[in-house]
Protein backbone atom coordinates (compact mmCIF):
# COMPACT_ATOMS: atom_id res chain seq x y z
CA UNK A 1 0.00 0.00 0.00
CA UNK A 2 1.33 3.89 -0.97
CA UNK A 3 0.82 5.10 2.74
CA UNK A 4 3.26 2.37 3.83
CA UNK A 5 5.89 3.43 1.59
CA UNK A 6 5.59 6.74 2.39
CA UNK A 7 5.42 5.92 5.95
CA UNK A 8 9.03 3.93 5.79
CA UNK A 9 10.20 6.71 3.59
CA UNK A 10 9.58 9.17 6.31
CA UNK A 11 10.59 6.32 9.10
CA UNK A 12 14.08 6.56 7.68
CA UNK A 13 13.81 10.57 8.22
CA UNK A 14 13.03 10.18 11.88
CA UNK A 15 9.67 12.01 11.09
CA UNK A 16 7.14 9.14 10.55
CA UNK A 17 5.33 10.29 13.83
CA UNK A 18 4.25 13.57 11.41
CA UNK A 19 1.96 11.46 9.39
CA UNK A 20 -1.95 12.02 9.91
CA UNK A 21 -4.57 9.52 8.92
CA UNK A 22 -8.00 10.42 9.30
CA UNK A 23 -11.31 8.07 9.65
CA UNK A 24 -12.69 10.25 6.83
CA UNK A 25 -11.40 10.74 3.26
CA UNK A 26 -8.92 13.18 2.32
CA UNK A 27 -8.84 12.68 -1.01
CA UNK A 28 -9.87 16.02 -2.17
CA UNK A 29 -8.51 19.39 -1.36
CA UNK A 30 -12.35 19.82 0.38
CA UNK A 31 -12.24 16.78 1.97
CA UNK A 32 -8.75 16.98 3.43
CA UNK A 33 -9.64 20.66 4.55
CA UNK A 34 -12.29 19.38 6.68
CA UNK A 35 -10.29 16.44 7.71
CA UNK A 36 -7.41 18.57 9.07
CA UNK A 37 -9.58 21.82 9.88
CA UNK A 38 -7.13 24.00 7.78
CA UNK A 39 -8.53 26.56 4.63
CA UNK A 40 -8.50 24.49 1.68
CA UNK A 41 -5.99 26.82 0.21
CA UNK A 42 -3.07 25.30 2.83
CA UNK A 43 -3.72 21.62 1.42
CA UNK A 44 -0.53 21.12 -1.16
CA UNK A 45 -2.33 19.15 -4.26
CA UNK A 46 0.07 16.69 -5.99
CA UNK A 47 -1.37 16.78 -9.55
CA UNK A 48 0.44 14.24 -11.97
CA UNK A 49 1.04 14.96 -15.63
CA UNK A 50 2.21 12.94 -18.47
CA UNK A 51 3.83 14.44 -20.93
CA UNK A 52 5.43 11.69 -23.82
CA UNK A 53 7.22 9.59 -21.47
CA UNK A 54 7.83 12.12 -18.93
CA UNK A 55 5.66 11.74 -15.79
CA UNK A 56 5.57 15.14 -13.76
CA UNK A 57 3.59 15.91 -10.56
CA UNK A 58 3.01 19.72 -9.76
CA UNK A 59 2.25 20.10 -6.11
CA UNK A 60 0.11 23.30 -5.97
CA UNK A 61 -2.18 25.16 -3.30
CA UNK A 62 -5.31 24.29 -2.79
CA UNK A 63 -7.30 26.92 -4.63
CA UNK A 64 -4.35 26.88 -7.48
CA UNK A 65 -5.59 26.02 -10.92
CA UNK A 66 -3.16 24.84 -13.43
CA UNK A 67 -2.40 27.71 -16.22
CA UNK A 68 -2.30 25.86 -19.61
CA UNK A 69 -0.34 28.80 -21.13
CA UNK A 70 2.49 28.64 -18.43
CA UNK A 71 2.03 25.26 -18.27
CA UNK A 72 3.35 24.90 -21.90
CA UNK A 73 5.60 27.56 -21.35
CA UNK A 74 6.97 25.82 -18.42
CA UNK A 75 7.54 22.26 -19.74
CA UNK A 76 7.28 22.30 -23.46
CA UNK A 77 3.57 20.73 -24.08
CA UNK A 78 0.06 20.49 -23.29
CA UNK A 79 -0.72 19.71 -19.59
CA UNK A 80 -2.29 16.10 -19.81
CA UNK A 81 -3.75 14.50 -16.42
CA UNK A 82 -3.21 10.79 -15.53
CA UNK A 83 -5.53 8.58 -15.65
CA UNK A 84 -6.62 6.73 -12.35
CA UNK A 85 -4.88 3.45 -13.75
CA UNK A 86 -1.61 5.66 -15.04
CA UNK A 87 -1.07 7.30 -11.81
CA UNK A 88 -0.63 3.95 -9.68
CA UNK A 89 1.58 2.43 -12.84
CA UNK A 90 3.39 5.30 -13.39
CA UNK A 91 4.04 7.23 -9.64
CA UNK A 92 3.47 4.59 -7.87
CA UNK A 93 0.18 6.01 -5.59
CA UNK A 94 -3.50 6.06 -6.32
CA UNK A 95 -5.61 9.54 -6.86
CA UNK A 96 -6.78 10.56 -3.96
CA UNK A 97 -3.43 9.35 -2.00
CA UNK A 98 -1.07 10.83 -4.68
CA UNK A 99 1.90 12.60 -2.96
CA UNK A 100 5.79 13.50 -4.13
CA UNK A 101 6.85 11.17 -1.25
CA UNK A 102 8.37 7.65 -2.09
CA UNK A 103 7.55 7.87 -5.97
CA UNK A 104 8.64 5.88 -8.33
CA UNK A 105 12.00 5.92 -9.86
CA UNK A 106 11.89 8.96 -13.02
CA UNK A 107 9.44 10.74 -11.62
CA UNK A 108 9.80 14.40 -12.05
CA UNK A 109 8.83 16.47 -8.38
CA UNK A 110 7.98 20.24 -9.32
CA UNK A 111 6.41 22.99 -6.62
CA UNK A 112 4.79 25.39 -7.76
CA UNK A 113 4.56 29.00 -6.40
CA UNK A 114 1.34 29.05 -5.17
CA UNK A 115 2.55 27.07 -1.77
CA UNK A 116 5.31 30.09 -1.05
CA UNK A 117 2.75 32.07 0.92
CA UNK A 118 1.90 29.81 3.64
CA UNK A 119 3.89 28.81 6.57
CA UNK A 120 2.71 25.21 6.40
CA UNK A 121 0.95 23.24 3.88
CA UNK A 122 -0.67 19.80 4.30
CA UNK A 123 0.13 17.29 1.24
CA UNK A 124 -1.29 14.02 0.91
CA UNK A 125 1.08 10.54 2.37
CA UNK A 126 -0.31 8.17 -0.03
CA UNK A 127 -3.20 7.38 1.24
CA UNK A 128 -6.83 9.52 0.48
CA UNK A 129 -6.91 9.79 4.44
CA UNK A 130 -3.89 11.20 5.35
CA UNK A 131 -1.60 13.97 5.06
CA UNK A 132 1.20 15.37 6.77
CA UNK A 133 2.08 19.20 7.43
CA UNK A 134 5.45 20.49 6.56
CA UNK A 135 7.13 24.31 5.78
CA UNK A 136 8.03 24.75 2.30
CA UNK A 137 11.35 24.19 3.03
CA UNK A 138 10.63 21.23 4.37
CA UNK A 139 8.37 19.95 1.18
CA UNK A 140 10.71 20.54 -0.85
CA UNK A 141 13.36 18.72 0.83
CA UNK A 142 11.57 15.37 1.80
CA UNK A 143 10.01 15.63 -2.18
CA UNK A 144 13.59 15.82 -3.34
CA UNK A 145 13.01 19.12 -5.35
CA UNK A 146 14.38 22.72 -5.51
CA UNK A 147 12.41 23.16 -8.67
CA UNK A 148 9.75 25.94 -8.30
CA UNK A 149 7.64 26.55 -10.81
CA UNK A 150 4.89 29.20 -11.76
CA UNK A 151 2.28 27.04 -13.26
CA UNK A 152 -1.35 27.91 -12.03
CA UNK A 153 -3.54 30.70 -11.65
CA UNK A 154 -6.71 32.12 -9.77
CA UNK A 155 -4.73 31.81 -6.11
CA UNK A 156 -3.24 35.09 -6.49
CA UNK A 157 -6.74 36.60 -6.14
CA UNK A 158 -7.28 34.86 -2.68
CA UNK A 159 -3.88 35.74 -1.27
CA UNK A 160 -4.91 37.37 2.03
Not at 76 to 89: N, Q, R, S, Y
Request: charged share 30%.
Amino acid sequence: MSIEKVRAYFRSLGIEDRVQEFPVSSATVELAAQALGVAPQRIAKTLSFKLDDRTLLVVAAGDAKVDNGKYKAAFGGKAKMLTPEEAVERVGHAVGGVCPFAVNDGVEVYLDESLRRFDTVYPAAGSSNSAIELTCDELSRYAKSDRWVDVCKGWQEAQE
